[in-house]
């Protein structure tokens, strides 16, 4: 069983950078393809980013593309997606999940076996 805790939300002006990480106990995520996740306010929650077991393969939504970076310290056993040039509609809670027995990322929500409590993303205009 790996419990996961997001961390490094918070509140930023549009244009500025944050740094979330995920940080995993209980077992070892090293062998599980894992990835980001956001839901706005009255929206569904929607694919931000994955990335594969080694770190090597990653993909992106289209609407972070360029901005959003996503990685991964196995030895660490931790995540982290580092958000630039923010903006108002990147508001969101932000939750960082894993795939159980999948090496590979994905981005559909289906794919991931256990998730995060979420923290929460703040863009000011």
């Known amino acids: 069983q790996v419990q996961l805790l997001e961390s490094g939300g918070g509140l930023v002006q549009a244009g500025g950078s944050l740094r979330l990480l995920c940080a995993a106990s209980?077992?070892?995520?090293?062998?599980?393809?894992m990835g980001w996740f956001r839901q706005a306010p009255g929206k569904e929650r929607e694919f931000v980013a994955t990335?594969?077991?080694?770190?090597?393969?990653?993909q992106y939504a289209d609407s972070v593309k360029g901005r959003f970076t996503i990685s991964r310290d196995n030895a660490k056993n931790t995540m982290t997606l580092q958000m630039n040039s923010l903006k108002p509609e990147d508001t969101a809670i932000y939750y960082c999940a894993g795939r159980y027995g999948y090496s590979s990322g994905d981005d559909r929500q289906n794919a991931y076996h256990y998730w995060g409590q979420g923290t929460q993303v703040t863009v000011s205009s």
């Open positions: 209980g077992r070892t995520f090293v062998t599980d393809g």
């Open positions: 990335i594969n077991w080694d770190g090597v393969e990653t």
